[in-house]
């Protein structure tokens, strides 16, 4: 049973940075792709960031594209997200989440198999 937390959430200014984390216990970490999500207040749960499982495979949304950057050290079975000049609409719970099935990374919630149970960050203007 694979167990993800997520840690690194808060509060910061525009323009802020924050690292996000994600730990994983239970199953080889390098076996699977992991991705964060996000769901802002009164919106559905969106893609961010993902990573193949070895970690040279990554895919963004265009949103955070050149701002955000994953990362995975698999011999310490985490997943990480360099989150940079944040804006106000970063503000959102953050999930991490692991695809058992693809190496590759996805941008679809329902390939993934497993969810943390996210880490508030809020960015104020």
């Known amino acids: 049973q694979v167990q993800l937390v997520e840690s690194g959430g808060g509060l910061v200014q525009a323009g802020g940075s924050l690292r996000l984390s994600c730990a994983a216990s239970?199953?080889?970490?390098?076996?699977?792709?992991m991705g964060w999500f996000r769901r802002a207040p009164g919106k559905e749960r969106e893609f961010v960031a993902a990573?193949?499982?070895?970690?040279?495979?990554?895919d963004y949304a265009d949103s955070v594209k050149g701002r955000f950057t994953i990362s995975r050290d698999n011999a310490k079975n985490t997943v990480f997200l360099q989150m940079n000049s944040l804006k106000p609409e970063d503000t959102a719970v953050y999930y991490c989440a692991a695809d058992f099935t693809m190496g590759t990374p996805s941008r679809l919630t329902s390939v993934y198999d497993k969810w943390g149970q996210g880490t508030q960050v809020t960015v104020s203007s």
């Open positions: 990573i193949s499982r070895y970690g040279e495979t990554t």
């Open positions: 239970g199953r080889a970490f390098s076996t699977y792709a």
